[in-house]
């Protein structure tokens, strides 16, 4: 079960115990959860194919939606298919460095879907406040460019997870009370000194979470003070209205993803451990689910543009 060297004890595979304490009910816990994922790969991939097929998708703000739809679907891929093998299937095991690949991938991915909503929120500004220089300001290749700096930013604040972690010694046995490999919950089988991996952990937080929180709700600042400013309450409504489905999303991802954060620091026994974990499934999973279904439903270009694809043009004009 281990490879041992002279400095530490490393296990040739993990247990992932899926939801501790709710065993009996793990197939029925499994159906929601595959039914969500389904809907987000479905309903990510349409938006996908809405977006390349329609050209009057191709702007900066639905060319962000693209990217947070990728990373919705790569994040839930990452988790889910090996979640219902250990619900299913009884697959538990999952070899060390598959674990820390996965445990890489969980931590990137939801740190390029945040750094993907602030870039959002800044189109979201550019467009209210400067619409008259948005296409010219926000082109092809900033977009790009600002895209590729969120995903580096991920990769190169998270590869020291993996590391942190790999050097741990793991004599506490190799049963991880959880359905995918998280830093913290893969550290806490660790029988050594885990202070450095909390602390890295609390200042990726805070040069993520907080980071694109800040850089938010300063735009959303901004955008109030220039929609407050406008003479027509008709401008004033149809301003805001284009801000609402992202609104949504930042709720949908980022409650959960304080709860998480802060019972798995903070939480310790007032919160039973099934809670945690089911919560914990349940950020990964919700927004990449609700994401499409949100847009779909308050965006007026993508609503036409499905129907244009399901039904014809002429449904469209009807």
Known sequence: MYNSNSSSLTPIFFILNGVPGLEEAHTWISFPFCSMYLIAVLGNSGLLYLIHHEESLHRPMYYFLALLSFTDVALCTTTVPNMLCIFWFNLKEITFNACLVQMFFVHM??????????LMALDRYVAICYPLRYTTILTNSVIAKAGFITFLRGVMLIIP???LS??????HGNIIPHTYCDHMSVAKVSCGNVKVNA???????LLIGV?????????YTMILRAVVSLS?????????STCTSHICAIVITYVPAFFTFFTHRFGGNTIPHHIHI??????LLLPPTMNPIVYGVKTKQIREGVIKILFGEKSVLA
């Open 109 to 118: 991915l939801t740190g390029m879907e945040s750094g993907v909503l602030m």
């Open 161 to 163: 997870f993996t590391l």
């Open 166 to 171: 790999k050097r741990l010694p793991y004599c």
């Open 199 to 205: 602390i890295y952990g609390l200042m990726v937080a």
């Open 211 to 219: 980071f694109d929180i800040c850089c938010i709700s300063v735009s």
């Open 232 to 240: 027509s309450a008709d401008a004033r409504h149809k301003a805001f």
């Open 278 to 283: 089911i919560v914990a499934n349940l950020y």
